[in-house]
């Protein structure tokens, strides 16, 4: 059974932040809900919500990253910043399905078209996306210093 997050969780900024990276319908047409990397995050706080726990059940295999819609990508910047703040830098202790990890993996399909891996350490991970995608790294750590 997954245990509740102990150190808390903003569901609303990232609620706030999905709803900024929603293309909505007038764009997509209908909602594909789970099968979007945003409606399937949004799918991830709304179950929270309902009952908080630290880990969402098979939440990383179950990322539709086959989803091809262009987001904003200076809203999944922003998002990943402010996601990478709720992060606790768990290091060896890191969960792949903890709710933050899988959160932010949906917005990295969005902004860089697959999961980026992370290892339980903010730094770490934003040193590699500098080396890897030095444009968008300036953003995001513009964004996570504010």
């Known amino acids: 059974m997954a245990e ?4 808390g ?3 609303k900024l990232v609620e706030n932040d999905l709803e900024n990276c929603c293309r909505s319908e007038a764009v997509c047409g209908q909602c594909q809900n789970e099968a979007c990397i945003i409606g399937f995050a949004k799918q991830c706080v709304k179950d929270y919500q309902n009952e908080p726990k630290k880990e969402v059940p098979n939440g990383v295999e179950r990322i539709p990253t086959m989803d091809c819609k262009v987001f904003e990508q200076v809203d999944l910047e922003i998002a990943i910043a402010h996601i990478l703040k709720e992060c606790k830098d ?3 202790d890191h969960v792949e399905n903890c709710i ?5 993996n949906c917005y990295e399909v969005g902004l860089f078209g697959d999961v980026q891996p992370y290892e339980g ?3 770490q991970y934003v ?7 030095p444009d968008r790294s300036v953003q995001i750590a513009e964004a996570y210093r504010s």
């Open 127 to 133: 040193m590699r996306l500098k080396s890897d995608f």
């Open 4 to 7: 509740a997050h102990k150190k």
């Open 121 to 123: 350490s903010t730094l």
């Open 100 to 104: 933050i990890n899988v959160i932010r």
């Open 90 to 92: 768990c290091k060896e």
């Open 9 to 11: 969780f903003n569901d």
